[in-house]
């Protein structure tokens, strides 16, 4: 017996010191910080998964992943002050991004002179990704093509608590979509707001990825949406029509920014300028069924061209410095028609 606890005591100490040598192999295969990188994203994975994968296997540069809502990962760069974990922020709509400039070291792309016009903020705070119009949509099924041309049908009550919209207190693209209402439409504010939230019916979604299933299964009529998610949602089968309001929408992009006092900021340099290359631009309308930012990089041919489409003036700044009272309102429209 004795004999047999030596041999087994033997034994784990072998494989603990092959385990220690094993673990002790595989730190050396790490990189060490100058070929490392910390991105926080908002995107799905099936965007950040293939552009990440690239950079790493063009640049050699080993890049963590923190994924999460886009206000939530702005607000812990915020609290990580002067000492920050992360190095890029990817994603977020440009009136999230406006709230957090102070957070972000300006820079300039090489190529920034490819950028479309509007696209590129003043101070260059941050680095647009690529271009989201907001669309209407309806279901091919229930409406015709010539029952829904614009905001103004949104008011009609005769889609009362058939209307896909995802709530804008949670939805970046459902605050765009609902400025770039009020804007189109003009008029008094509180007003229109509260004609669109009786419309609603309390029925309001808490994800925009919600907002096509609705409408294309028939729980909805008609919806509010961007246009990169409506058309691959339709290029996958589902029964909906796309219509860009006759008075006018919005076309804002998303970013990529350069995080102050960076840990790895060479690396977060090189990874801007990745995702505003032109190959990176053609993966964006090729793969994500999404608009370039680039002037020389073609979107898809079967949408119209943006010049072809009539856009608002959308009040970028005005818009993130009066989110929070807008949202403040936006609740108190909605507290008593929400089950």
């Known amino acids: 017996m004795k004999r047999l606890t030596l041999l087994l005591c033997a034994l784990l100490m072998c494989l603990s010191a092959c385990g220690s040598q094993e673990s002790d192999a595989l730190a050396s295969l790490a990189p060490g910080e100058e070929h490392r990188l910390t991105v926080y994203t908002s995107h799905k994975e099936e965007v950040y998964g293939p552009i990440v994968k690239e950079f790493e296997e063009r640049t050699g540069i080993w890049v963590t992943v923190v994924t999460g809502g886009t206000n939530e990962l702005l607000e812990r760069i ?17 009136e999230s991004l406006m709230q957090y400039e102070t957070d972000f070291e300006p820079y300039t792309c090489s190529e920034a002179d490819q950028i479309q016009p509007g696209l590129r903020p003043a101070g260059d705070a941050w680095a647009p990704f690529s271009s989201l119009p907001v669309v209407l949509i309806y ?16 008011l009609d009550p005769r889609w009362k608590g058939k ?4 709530d804008p207190s949670v939805s970046g693209s459902g605050y765009t979509a609902v400025m770039a209402m009020l804007v189109a439409l003009g008029g008094d504010e509180a007003d229109l707001l509260e004609q669109f939230a009786d419309n ?28 990169e998610t409506a058309v691959k949602r339709r290029s996958q089968g ?7 309001p006759v008075e006018g929408t919005s076309n804002l992009p998303d970013g990529t920014a350069l995080i102050a006092n960076a840990p790895h900021r060479d690396n ?17 309308v090729s793969d994500f069924s999404r608009r370039t ?19 608002v003036d959308y009040p970028i700044e005005q818009a993130a410095a009066e989110k929070e009272r807008f949202l403040q309102l936006w609740r108190e429209l909605n507290r008593e028609k929400t089950p």
């Open 78 to 94: 915020h609290s990580e002050g002067d000492r920050p974990e992360c190095d890029v922020m990817f994603g977020g709509g440009v």
């Open 238 to 244: 589902a029964s909906i029509g796309i219509v860009y």
């Open 200 to 227: 609603l019916d309390g029925k309001i979604l808490m994800d925009s990825g919600d907002v096509v299933g609705a409408v294309s299964s028939g729980e909805c009529s008609v919806g509010i949406t961007l246009e």
């Open 268 to 284: 977060a340099v090189a990874f801007l300028e990745f995702v505003q290359s032109a190959d990176v631009q053609e993966l964006v």
């Open 139 to 154: 279901n091919t099924r229930l409406v015709s093509e010539d029952q829904l041309t614009g905001w103004a049908d949104l």
């Open 293 to 311: 930012v680039r002037i020389d990089v073609a979107d898809m041919d079967f949408l119209p061209p943006m010049s072809q489409v009539s856009l």
């Open 163 to 166: 209307i896909a919209f995802a």
